[in-house]
């Protein structure tokens, strides 16, 4: 075994095969060829020469496949039979290649924001600047603006499905690799320096090599909060005050002095710890302890900061005034604190800045141990810095420490003591099932809802007992309140998101959340529940009916008044991943944009503020997709300033991974929503045409999409023999079941699991069956002229044919094949019919587009894609290979299962989609 020198560049041979891309990317070039000879090197350090020469073969094979038409088994037929060592060898061979190349592209988008602006011709597409500039032209003044700057508010919620399997040790190498690589984006480092890069690459690609992918168990809640952890406190409190700077230059550079200032607009949320949903693993001991790590990681924060801030503010009080109430505040709290005071160094004497930090550094450590000297809230915390502020303004110190401290403010004043606000989510059965044992009427959930409703509002005034206030099976649902009033005190108002009911379908289940509210005392002074309560409707059919739930609401007496408490607002869960694996995309997608349209209406003429919360998943067909576009197409007046949805599996790691990515996300979803909601798409006169033909086109997918999954004997078996779901759900990478109860079907599959093995297999199904059908009947009826002038001019239908467009490319009949051979004699009774729609969808879609290839208009996704498929393909037959083997030994687990696992990681890396 060879062992390479300690400081060298990587060898130049070529290790990823060349393709073209414009002279723009020629450094993305540079680094992608750097780090494939760095893996290269590794891989013949790592295990043989021999080895490397070997996934050199695989990976010619797999690029003839594809581009001179070779036969798949000339790929397959290598692959078949390797000992398990070896398998599972070969695929995190690939697997460590396309991370590199992921690695590489994240970083060349860092690289394009800094080309724009140095530059400094025109703002970047889609970012803050420009989308401030595009209001301007539009006639959108500086007023109008501040008006709507002042209720702005950008919140991503990070939720805890099981579809992101990088583990923290691993985040942190990659962060390193990405550090090295942003070091010498412009290729401005000296031969010596590069060279020291390069080893400290070698150093985290080899212990990265050197490392499991996944556990040895599965994840505990409290390991998910530290997952979401690593991204809201190593990176999005790091980004936050910055996105503030970028935001103010965008809107000095438009519109001058008239720029209104920046009030905090920018909020995170998390699902980890308080989603109850079929988790069994979650309640109110996850809840309590989740808010106390947030709360301690945002104090530890803080403290370190305070530290750095005082370390800046060495001005001594013989050289500069400084503020009396200052002075007076570290007096104040010396006595308060006096330990704490008589640690003060005598040296600091003169430095009454820094006797002020180190203060109130021992006030936020008083905090974190609950005693009475710790500040009551954050708001105290904000005031003091504040004064540090206000003290350096005053005395010629703004650029002498003013920077760093309002740095620090605007942390404070959006992570709070909470560090990010826990949504709490039950399913509605639960909560029938808890009122149930409190009456004693083991009939309550299967009775009328009106009948209910009346019951509830009398349990809500206290016009009736309770007759078993402490019913055995209530206990687990009411100690959630009594959590939450508990903690409210502690650790403020913002700690609590709504509290979200699954399954909704009537005005009865949100005045169920209101009952069991009271029951466990969870009110506040005023007697009110302190708790937003957010029905979601998931299903076509609940979508459908959503209005009318909420008009039943908006005209409930009990329920009206708990919302004039809540300030009028109602907020409402749009189920993205439910609705499409009940329905299909195009049903899915459309059921959503009519009830938003309709509850917009509906609240405006009840005197209500709606505020949509986007349950979007990773895949498209669980509602991921760009964000900016999904905003630009939402229905008119239904952003509002506001925009909250769910950030998933490899998507957070994707978005949030890389400072300066993070930024530029947020940049985006904020600029989408300013245009979306002051300068919403004018009214268009061809839209109810439109809508007409979005309806039928829906119906018609709909209809064959659960013709199919549904409806079609003998599919739920194919499903299960065609796709890898049997190691899915038996994967350790989340505290969550895989379904809800004990049923085998698609009814009982959660979306996540359903989209994921759909993914796997290169079939993409769930992302475009029922498309190609319904597209083909709208062409018939309304002519293709029409249905392409509807795909060129509606951003919502403009948006779903590239959303499908995207996923086709993506998808690999031929791959998929090989699987579903795997399901014996159901392979020629389903096949067929999925090719045949596949092949319908794609003609529909390039028909649309007048094109011949797909992506034709996107060449760097066409030519990320391209790059990628060599390392994937090999992995897909492997895993069918170790599929069929795993399952003729009847499913143990064993090294043939831990081989699966690596295989499922390295497809959902390198195809960028899980669930």
Request: proline letters at 6%; hydrophobic letters at 45%.
């Given at each position: ?117 140095r530059l400094g011709e025109a703002p970047q597409p889609g970012g803050l600047e420009d989308s401030l500039r595009q209001l301007r032209d539009a006639g959108v003044d500086a007023a109008t603006v501040s008006a709507l700057i002042a209720r702005l508010r950008i919140e991503p919620v990070f939720t805890a499905h099981p579809t992101e399997a ?750």
């Amino acid at each position: 075994m060879t062992t390479p020198s300690p400081a060298r560049e990587p060898a130049t041979f070529e290790t990823l095969r060349d393709i073209d891309l414009p002279p723009t990317d020629a450094l993305l070039r540079e680094d992608v060829k750097r780090l494939g000879a760095l893996v290269g090197e590794i891989l013949a350090e790592q295990v043989s020469p021999d080895f490397l020469a070997e996934v050199e073969a695989l990976r010619i094979a797999a690029i003839r496949r594809r581009e001179a038409g070779a036969p798949i088994e000339d790929l397959s037929h290598r692959l078949d039979g390797l000992p398990l060592d070896r398998a599972e060898l070969l695929v995190r061979a690939f697997a460590s290649y396309f991370q590199a190349v992921n690695l590489a592209e994240r970083v060349h988008r860092i690289r394009r924001r800094r080309d724009y602006q140095r530059l400094g011709e025109a703002p970047q597409p889609g970012g803050l600047e420009d989308s401030l500039r595009q209001l301007r032209d539009a006639g959108v003044d500086a007023a109008t603006v501040s008006a709507l700057i002042a209720r702005l508010r950008i919140e991503p919620v990070f939720t805890a499905h099981p579809t992101e399997a990088v583990r923290r040790a691993l985040l942190e190498k990659e962060s390193e690799v990405v550090r090295c690589l942003v070091e010498d984006i412009d290729r401005g480092l000296t031969p010596q320096e590069r060279r020291a890069d390069i080893e400290r690459m070698r150093l985290a690609l080899t212990a990265s090599w050197q490392t499991d992918e996944t556990p040895p168990e599965k994840p505990s809640v409290a390991d998910e909060f530290e997952h979401v952890a690593f991204y809201l406190s190593d990176v999005l409190y790091r980004v936050l005050p910055v996105f503030h700077e970028v935001f103010e230059d965008a809107l000095q550079a438009v519109y001058g002095d008239q720029a209104p200032p920046l009030p905090p607009l920018l909020g995170f949320g998390s699902w980890v710890g308080g989603d109850m949903d079929g988790n069994p693993n979650v309640g109110a001991a996850t809840i309590a302890a989740t808010l106390a790590g947030q709360r301690a990681l945002a104090l530890q924060n803080y403290r370190r900061d305070l530290a750095k801030l005082g370390e800046v503010l060495s001005q001594s009080s013989g050289r500069v005034q400084v503020s009396p109430e200052l002075l007076r505040r570290t007096d104040d709290y010396a006595r308060r604190i006096p330990k704490a005071a008589e640690k003060l160094k005598a040296r600091h004497a003169d430095m009454p800045y820094r006797r002020f930090t180190t203060m109130v550094s021992a006030r936020l450590a008083s905090t974190a141990q609950d005693k009475r000297e710790g500040y009551g809230d954050a708001s105290e915390f904000v005031a003091d810095l504040r004064l540090v502020e206000t003290s350096l303004a005053a005395n010629r110190g703004e650029h002498a420490g003013g920077f760093a401290a309002r740095r620090l403010r605007r942390r404070a004043e959006a992570f709070g003591f909470h560090l990010a606000t826990l949504d709490l989510r039950q399913e509605s059965t639960r909560h029938d099932a808890a009122l149930a044992a409190l009456l004693g009427d083991t009939d309550w959930p299967a009775r009328p809802w009106p009948e209910r409703a009346e019951r509830l509002r009398d349990l809500i005034s206290g016009a009736d007992p309770v007759p078993a206030p402490s019913a055995a099976d209530a206990v687990p649902v009411l100690e959630v309140f009594r959590t939450v009033a508990t903690a409210l005190p502690l650790y403020g108002a913002r700690a609590f998101g709504p509290y979200i009911i699954s399954m909704s379908r009537s005005a009865a289940d949100a005045l169920a959340v209101l009952a069991l509210a009271r029951f466990a005392a969870c009110t506040d002074g005023n007697g009110a529940v302190p708790l937003d309560v957010a029905p979601l409707f998931e299903t076509v059919d609940d979508l459908q009916a959503a209005a009318d739930t909420l008009r039943s609401l908006f005209a409930d007496p009990v329920y009206r008044e708990h919302l004039r408490e809540r300030g009028d607002r109602q907020v409402v869960m749009l189920g993205y991943s439910d609705s499409a694996k009940d329905g299909g995309l195009v049903a899915s997608r459309w059921a959503l944009q009519q009830t938003q349209v309709q509850l917009t209406a509906l609240a405006a003429e009840a005197g209500v503020r709606i505020a949509f919360f986007h349950g979007r998943g990773g895949s498209l067909s669980r509602g991921g997709g760009k964000t900016e576009r999904a905003v630009i197409a939402a229905p008119r007046g239904s952003v509002d300033g506001s925009l909250r949805l769910t950030e998933q599996g490899e998507v957070i790691h994707r978005k949030y991974g890389i400072r300066a990515i993070a930024l530029r996300n947020l940049e985006q979803m904020t600029g989408a929503v300013l245009r979306a909601s002051l300068r919403p798409r004018p009214p268009e006169p061809r839209e109810a045409h439109w809508r007409e033909m979005a309806a039928h086109i829906a119906a018609t997918a709909r209809a064959h999409y659960r013709g199919l999954v549904y409806d079609t004997p003998g599919f739920v078996d194919y499903f299960r023999a065609a796709t890898p779901i049997d190691v899915i759900e038996r994967l350790r990478i989340g505290s969550r079941p895989s379904k809800r109860g004990n049923a085998g079907g698609v009814s009982s599959l959660r979306a996540i699991p359903w989209v994921f093995a759909w993914s796997q297999n290169r079939c993409g199904l769930t992302a475009w069956l029922g498309v190609g059908t319904g597209l083909a009947h709208g062409i018939e009826k309304y002519g293709h002229a029409a249905v392409a002038e509807m795909a060129r001019d509606w951003p919502f239908f403009a948006t779903l044919v590239d959303d499908v467009e995207m996923v086709l490319a993506k998808s690999d009949l031929g791959i998929f094949e090989q699987y579903s051979k795997l399901a014996g004699e159901a392979h020629p009774v389903f096949f067929p019919g999925i090719a045949a729609e596949f092949q319908r969808t794609r003609d529909g879609i390039l028909a649309l587009k007048g094109n011949d290839d797909l992506l034709a208009g996107d060449f760097r996704l066409r030519q990320s894609i391209r790059l990628r498929n060599p390392y994937v393909d090999p992995i897909s037959l492997l895993q069918v290979d170790l599929l069929a083997r795993w399952r003729a030994a009847d499913r143990p687990e064993d090294a043939t299962f831990h081989a699966l696992v690596t295989t499922v990681n390295g497809i959902a890396a390198g195809i960028q989609n899980t669930g």
